[in-house]
């Protein structure tokens, strides 16, 4: 089992930037594929940056080319850098651990099945 802790997050204006981070306990982080959802209100929880196990990027087209995804998998951490904001990035934002299926359609963030999440941690952008 994995437990992750999520920090950073907070209040950005349009353009500027933050970073978000996950620390993870437990065993087997390395055995798993990563990323980030985020949630704005009435809005589902969707996918819009992952790392599978073996290494691959994938990013929602939202976000492309703005937000960088990394893992660290000796310190058992993964990373979200978001620059560029837009206030349409204002959500909650949610660091995952699970299994990537690529038999679900081409490859995307939406292709990630948590089994452990973050609580989550506030994202604003706005001026």
């Known amino acids: 089992e994995v437990q992750l802790v999520q920090s950073g997050g907070g209040l950005a204006h349009p353009g500027g930037s933050l970073r978000l981070s996950c620390v993870a306990s437990?065993?087997?982080?390395?055995?798993?594929?990563v990323g980030w959802f985020r949630q704005a209100p009435g809005q589902d929880r969707d996918g819009i940056a992952c790392?599978?196990?073996?290494?691959?990027?994938f990013y929602e087209d939202s976000v492309k080319g703005r937000f960088t995804i990394s893992r660290d998998n000796a310190k058992n951490t993964m990373t979200l850098q978001m620059n560029s904001l837009k206030p349409e990035d204002t959500a909650v934002y949610y660091c995952?651990?699970?299994?990537?299926?690529?038999?679900?359609?081409?490859?995307?963030?939406?292709?990630?099945?948590?089994?452990?999440w973050g609580q989550g941690v506030q994202v604003t952008v706005s001026s």
């Open positions: 995952s651990a699970g299994d990537y299926y690529r038999d679900r359609g081409p490859d995307a963030p939406r292709n990630l099945i948590p089994y452990y």
């Open positions: 437990g065993s087997g982080y390395a055995g798993y594929s």
């Open positions: 790392v599978t196990r073996d290494g691959a990027l």
